[in-house]
């Protein structure tokens, strides 16, 4: 158990919608980080917040939203989703910027 | 950016060492190289992380020549347990501030009996 928590754990939903995913991080860790794991893309770094601000941008969508909230959780918004957003989501979070990473257990969605 | 290439698998039996290789040659003066191993529908987990010449921990060694060009993760021994995906990241930061995260497309290990 890495101690970082995500939810929901499996997500399905259809094309045209939007969803959240929630994500809380270690005690103590300030940076949060989105990955987003597809089969034929591997592990896509998407963004990472830092003590509530936005620190660094991957390979986001602008249907994509983030942040992260005075308690340091975190929630990552995907709207007018698309049968290509399939994916496993993962949360992740360290102590300060980048260094060894703490990964949750991840959110399943399948987009319909 | 620092891009990173990987061999996309490799085969070993239990016992023998395992050395997997990351080739990152944009590497800037101050990235740092780390290594997380994945299991099927898991989270990736840290196994080591280094900036240059050896760094040793308790499952594994990260070796990284003078030029920083590649680096090598070496797995002492491996055993069945250690079938799974690694991942070498090189963490990037920009002038603009931003620091950007690149992961490899990750090495699949099978150890075999």
């Known amino acids: 158990d890495s101690g970082v928590t995500q939810t929901p754990k499996h997500l399905i939903t259809a094309t045209g919608q939007r969803v959240t995913l929630r994500c809380s991080p270690r005690?103590?860790?300030?940076?949060v980080y989105w990955y987003q794991q597809s089969l034929d893309q591997g592990l896509q770094f998407l963004i990472q917040?830092?003590?509530?601000?936005?620190?660094a941008k991957g390979n986001i969508l602008e249907r994509f939203s983030a942040q992260q909230f005075p308690d340091l959780h975190s929630e990552l918004n995907l709207s007018s989703l698309e049968l290509g957003d399939s994916a496993l989501y993962f949360c992740?979070?360290?102590?300060?910027?980048?260094?060894?990473?703490?990964f949750g257990p991840g959110t399943r969605l399948t987009v319909t | 950016l620092a891009k990173t290439t990987q061999p996309i698998s490799m085969d070993s039996y239990e016992g023998q060492e395992v050395n997997i290789t990351c080739s990152h040659n944009?590497?800037?003066?101050?990235?740092?190289i780390t290594w997380y191993q994945q299991f099927p529908s898991q989270g990736p987990r840290f196994i080591i992380q280094?900036?240059?010449t050896k760094v040793t921990n308790e499952v594994a060694s990260l070796f990284i020549p003078a030029d920083r060009k590649s680096s090598t993760l070496s797995l002492p021994r491996v055993s069945l347990s250690d079938t799974a995906v690694y991942y070498c990241?090189?963490?990037?930061?920009?002038?603009?501030?931003?620091?950007?995260?690149?992961f490899g497309k990750g090495t699949m290990l099978l150890v075999s009996p």
């Open positions: 992740a979070s360290s102590v300060e910027n980048e260094g060894e990473q703490y």
């Open positions: 005690s103590g860790d300030l940076s």
């Open positions: 917040y830092y003590n509530g601000e936005e620190r």
């Open positions: 944009n590497i800037a003066t101050n990235d740092y």
């Open positions: 280094g900036y240059k």
């Open positions: 990241l090189v963490a990037s930061f920009m002038n603009s501030g931003y620091s950007t995260l690149t």
